[in-house]
């Protein structure tokens, strides 16, 4: 008898609590600048949302609202997530910034993610990944693979993220063939596939036989294709579609790790607003699969590399390094501090053209 | 057989019963639309069209709609007088940019010196940023006989090129670590257009778009040069022998047209937006011809119709988050409303007429 009604109240109990995390469902919000399927910058973070679906199952819901444009919009928007009850909210777009930081104020119980910006709240973190780790491993198979001996970048805005990978794919290119030329091109937008096929073009004209970019569309890949005998590098997204050739390689995005942590932290109630900056190590950057294209020896030169950024004994910043006009920066062996790294604006010495100011 | 026959004159009923009914079938075929893609329809219409005036964060919504819709009505009333006399401002976003960084560049050479009279010269700069924007097609048009449609169109593109440079160089925030866009205006009281009551979404350029369409109706309805722009579109012959001058109509025409563009750009950079930035320009000039359109050039109906575009912005945002519809479905959702407002248009001019096939 007694068995049975501590059965049947703990079976009660068990009920209840499962009534009561139903209730508890941790809602969290998706603001993207893009459509979903874009295949770069906007696909790779709903692919995190995905995982995070993965992850807790019944525990999550997710809301996600697509080419959102930065300003009052994107404000709205959270602020309509907020409302709604979104517990945590990310932010994918640098232009977020602001309109994060606004909503946030006026919801000091809902977490905001912010991707890539550099204002943070009691309750805003950012986040963003050390894609120069990757533009080092780039820059590599890039230096060798060039007959040309010049190499296409299609630059999307001339802001520190953008210049940080110029500057680390020109340096490890110089570090394996001392020839090497950059050629950049500045497209002033991060999705135009109609912009971007025509950087790839004018850059394939002037000689380039690798193209690197710094926009999200494949339409560079396609533009590469139909030239032939140019190589290319997945953005953002693995862009596999392309490979094995003119797509020889990729940097990924993969947000869904960090994602499942800070919605985790959530739900444990140990979310704290911190700036996270992650790169191959911490699996934030990932290097898509190295094509047969690139000769055996150059590959497996890329994969230690991509190792060594990996487990931190090596620094894609490491000196000497001078800056563009000759002036020294770092000393031999010197590393780069993060503070320059996240400002950084300045060519390294070697690469001409100016960034446009 | 189902003929068409010209009305001998556009229906009165039919032209004031078209966007009704052209709502109407938006909402069915929209419906279906919805249905077809595994979302419950009906759920999916109230979402757009209700919850954003009546649904439980309404509060917020509703202010939203005024900050939305704002700008929207200031350029589609300044677009329709061009429109009305068949001169074709289509450059109302590059209008709309210029106003916006002329306006914010004079704000931000004050900075961080306060003083009242600081926004009123951003305002004033702000049209005539935009007038002058407008000043290029219209002046082409005047001395070369250029097509006013292409310049202001190009013009565009010329006008998001000074805005990134405007992000990247000359109105950079100097405290923004590198990164592209200006100072945020929010932070600068003499240059804030605040909400006037906290909250309530009326900012200036609100009261803006309510006073130009005042002035619009009043122009159009009691004022000679109300009636020459409409006896210009509607028989430019006739326009001439009353001694209508062409040129000077063109050049007030996208003067108006372009320094409200201006002001809404102007409101907008120096209120919801804050700051110069990239992307800084959304579509509002483009969005405005539809409106300008759904309003039927006429300055009350283009405040209805700029309140409902922007219902169905704030609610298809609203309809994607809670629903998980596709922003593409809500565009195309957009997309049948201004289809079906032109389809049955004809309705206005022609009636259909169902008569036995005659026997040969």
Same mark, same amino acid.
């Given at each position: 008898?007694?068995?049975?009604?501590?059965?049947?109240?703990?079976?009660?109990?068990?009920?209840?609590?499962?009534?009561?995390?139903?209730?508890?469902?941790?809602?969290?919000?998706?603001?993207?600048?893009?459509?979903?399927?874009?295949?770069?910058?906007?696909?790779?973070?709903?692919?995190?949302?995905?995982?995070?679906?993965?992850?807790?199952?019944?525990? @999550?819901?997710?809301?996600?609202?697509?080419?959102?444009?930065?300003?009052?919009?994107?404000?709205?928007?959270?602020?309509?997530?907020?409302?709604?009850?979104?517990?945590?909210?990310?932010?994918?777009?640098?232009?977020?910034?602001?309109?994060?930081?606004?909503?946030?104020?006026?919801?000091?119980?809902?977490?905001?993610?912010?991707?890539?910006?550099?204002?943070?709240?009691?309750?805003?973190?950012?986040?963003?990944?050390?894609?120069?780790?990757?533009?080092? @491993?780039?820059?590599?198979?890039?230096?060798?693979?060039?007959?040309?001996?010049?190499?296409?970048? *299609?630059?999307?805005?001339?802001?520190?993220?953008?210049?940080?990978?110029?500057?680390?794919?020109?340096?490890?290119?110089?570090?394996?063939?001392?020839?090497?030329?950059?050629?950049?091109?500045?497209?002033?937008?991060?999705?135009?596939?109609?912009?971007?096929?025509?950087?790839?073009?004018?850059?394939?004209?002037?000689?380039?036989?690798?193209?690197?970019?710094?926009?999200?569309?494949?339409?560079?890949?396609?533009?590469?294709?139909?030239?032939?005998?140019?190589?290319?590098?997945?953005?953002?997204?693995?862009?596999?579609?392309?490979?094995?050739?003119?797509?020889?390689?990729?940097? *990924?995005?993969?947000?869904?790790?960090?994602?499942?942590?800070?919605?985790?932290?959530?739900?444990?109630?140990?979310?704290?607003?911190?700036?996270?900056?992650?790169?191959?190590?911490?699996?934030?950057?990932? *290097?898509?699969?190295?094509?047969?294209?690139?000769?055996?020896?150059?590959?497996?030169?890329? *994969?230690?590399?991509?190792?060594?950024?990996?487990?931190?004994?090596?620094?894609?910043?490491?000196?000497?390094?001078?800056?563009?006009?000759?002036?020294?920066?770092?000393?031999?062996?010197?590393?780069?501090?993060?503070?320059?790294?996240?400002?950084?604006?300045?060519?390294?010495?070697?690469?001409?053209?100016?960034?446009?100011? | 057989?189902?003929?068409?026959?010209?009305?001998?004159?556009?229906?009165?009923?039919?032209?004031?019963?078209?966007?009704?009914?052209?709502?109407?079938?938006?909402?069915?075929?929209?419906?279906?639309?919805?249905?077809?893609?595994?979302?419950?329809?009906?759920?999916?219409?109230?979402?757009?069209?209700?919850?954003?005036?009546?649904?439980?964060?309404?509060?917020?919504?509703?202010?939203?709609?005024?900050?939305?819709?704002?700008?929207?009505?200031?350029?589609?009333?300044?677009?329709?007088?061009?429109?009305?006399?068949?001169?074709?401002?289509?450059?109302?976003?590059?209008?709309?940019?210029?106003?916006?960084?002329?306006?914010?560049?004079?704000?931000?050479?004050?900075?961080?010196?306060?003083?009242?009279?600081?926004?009123?010269?951003?305002?004033?700069?702000?049209?005539?940023?935009?007038?002058?924007?407008?000043?290029?097609?219209?002046?082409?048009?005047?001395?070369?006989?250029?097509?006013?449609?292409?310049?202001?169109?190009?013009?565009?593109?010329?006008?998001?090129?000074?805005?990134?440079?405007?992000?990247?160089?000359?109105?950079?925030?100097?405290?923004?670590?590198?990164?592209?866009?200006?100072?945020?205006?929010?932070?600068?009281?003499?240059?804030?257009?605040?909400?006037?009551?906290?909250?309530?979404?009326?900012?200036?350029?609100?009261?803006?778009?309510?006073?130009?369409?005042?002035?619009?109706?009043?122009?159009?309805?009691?004022?000679?040069?109300?009636?020459?722009?409409?006896?210009?579109?509607?028989?430019?012959?006739?326009?001439?022998?009353?001694?209508?001058?062409?040129?000077?109509?063109?050049?007030?025409?996208?003067?108006?047209?372009?320094?409200?563009?201006?002001?809404?750009?102007?409101?907008?950079?120096?209120?919801?937006?804050?700051?110069?930035?990239?992307?800084?320009?959304?579509?509002?000039?483009?969005?405005?011809?539809?409106?300008?359109?759904?309003?039927?050039?006429?300055?009350?109906?283009?405040?209805?119709?700029?309140?409902?575009?922007?219902?169905?912005?704030?609610?298809?945002?609203?309809?994607?988050?809670?629903?998980?519809?596709?922003?593409?479905?809500?565009?195309?959702?957009?997309?049948?409303?201004?289809?079906?407002?032109?389809?049955?248009?004809?309705?206005?001019?022609?009636?259909?007429?169902?008569?036995?096939?005659?026997?040969?």
């Amino acid at each position: 008898m007694k068995l049975t009604t501590l059965l049947t109240s703990a079976a009660m109990a068990l009920g209840l609590a499962t009534t009561a995390m139903a209730a508890d469902k941790t809602k969290v919000g998706f603001v993207y600048v893009g459509p979903v399927g874009d295949g770069g910058w906007t696909y790779e973070h709903d692919q995190g949302r995905k995982a995070v679906v993965e992850a807790f199952g019944d525990k @999550v819901e997710t809301v996600y609202v697509e080419n959102v444009a930065e300003g009052p919009d994107s404000e709205r928007v959270m602020t309509q997530m907020a409302l709604e009850g979104a517990d945590l909210i990310f932010t994918t777009s640098f232009g977020y910034m602001d309109p994060t930081i606004n909503v946030a104020k006026k919801f000091p119980n809902v977490r905001f993610e912010h991707a890539t910006g550099y204002k943070t709240a009691p309750n805003v973190s950012t986040y963003s990944a050390r894609f120069y780790e990757g533009r080092a @491993v780039q820059g590599t198979i890039a230096g060798h693979m060039t007959e040309s001996n010049i190499v296409g970048y *299609i630059g999307s805005f001339p802001i520190p993220e953008v210049v940080r990978g110029i500057n680390s794919a020109y340096i490890h290119a110089k570090k394996v063939n001392p020839d090497v030329q950059f050629k950049i091109v500045w497209a002033f937008t991060w999705f135009d596939p109609a912009k971007e096929a025509d950087a790839a073009k004018v850059l394939i004209e002037q000689g380039a036989d690798v193209i690197l970019q710094h926009t999200d569309s494949t339409a560079p890949q396609a533009a590469a294709q139909t030239a032939g005998n140019v190589i290319t590098f997945g953005q953002a997204s693995d862009m596999s579609e392309y490979g094995p050739k003119p797509r020889v390689s990729s940097i *990924i995005d993969n947000w869904g790790p960090y994602y499942v942590a800070r919605t985790q932290a959530v739900m444990d109630g140990t979310w704290e607003s911190v700036m996270t900056w992650d790169g191959i190590g911490a699996g934030m950057v990932g *290097i898509g699969d190295i094509s047969d294209a690139v000769p055996a020896e150059v590959k497996a030169e890329a *994969i230690a590399l991509q190792a060594s950024l990996a487990d931190g004994s090596y620094h894609a910043f490491t000196g000497p390094i001078s800056k563009q006009d000759g002036s020294a920066w770092l000393a031999d062996g010197e590393t780069a501090d993060d503070g320059t790294l996240a400002g950084m604006n300045f060519f390294v010495e070697g690469i001409e053209g100016e960034i446009p100011q | 057989m189902i003929s068409l026959e010209k009305r001998p004159q556009p229906s009165r009923a039919w032209s004031l019963a078209t966007p009704l009914v052209a709502v109407l079938a938006t909402m069915v075929f929209g419906g279906l639309l919805f249905a077809m893609l595994g979302k419950p329809p009906i759920e999916a219409i109230r979402t757009i069209f209700w919850d954003p005036l009546f649904g439980e964060f309404a509060f917020y919504y509703r202010p939203q709609l005024l900050v939305k819709g704002a700008p929207l009505v200031l350029i589609a009333i300044g677009l329709s007088l061009g429109f009305k006399a068949g001169i074709w401002n289509i450059g109302a976003e590059g209008q709309y940019i210029i106003g916006a960084i002329v306006g914010a560049a004079v704000g931000l050479a004050f900075y961080p010196y306060e003083a009242w009279y600081i926004f009123p010269l951003m305002v004033i700069s702000g049209a005539l940023g935009g007038w002058a924007w407008a000043m290029i097609p219209a002046v082409l048009k005047v001395r070369f006989g250029t097509n006013e449609i292409l310049v202001s169109l190009m013009l565009v593109y010329v006008a998001e090129q000074l805005l990134a440079s405007a992000s990247l160089r000359f109105l950079k925030n100097p405290e923004g670590f590198g990164f592209p866009g200006s100072r945020n205006l929010q932070d600068y009281p003499s240059a804030f257009n605040a909400d006037l009551i906290a909250g309530s979404g009326m900012h200036w350029g609100v009261v803006a778009a309510l006073i130009a369409v005042i002035f619009a109706y009043v122009l159009l309805n009691r004022h000679m040069l109300g009636f020459h722009i409409r006896l210009t579109g509607e028989a430019p012959r006739a326009a001439r022998f009353a001694g209508v001058n062409p040129s000077r109509l063109i050049l007030l025409c996208l003067g108006m047209s372009g320094a409200l563009a201006g002001l809404a750009g102007l409101f907008e950079v120096s209120g919801p937006a804050g700051q110069i930035s990239i992307d800084f320009n959304v579509g509002y000039g483009f969005t405005a011809i539809i409106v300008a359109f759904l309003g039927r050039l006429h300055p009350i109906g283009i405040m209805l119709a700029g309140g409902l575009m922007a219902l169905t912005y704030i609610g298809g945002d609203i309809a994607q988050s809670n629903l998980g519809l596709p922003s593409a479905a809500i565009q195309v959702f957009q997309g049948m409303l201004l289809f079906f407002l032109l389809a049955l248009d004809l309705l206005t001019n022609y009636r259909i007429t169902l008569h036995k096939p005659e026997v040969a």
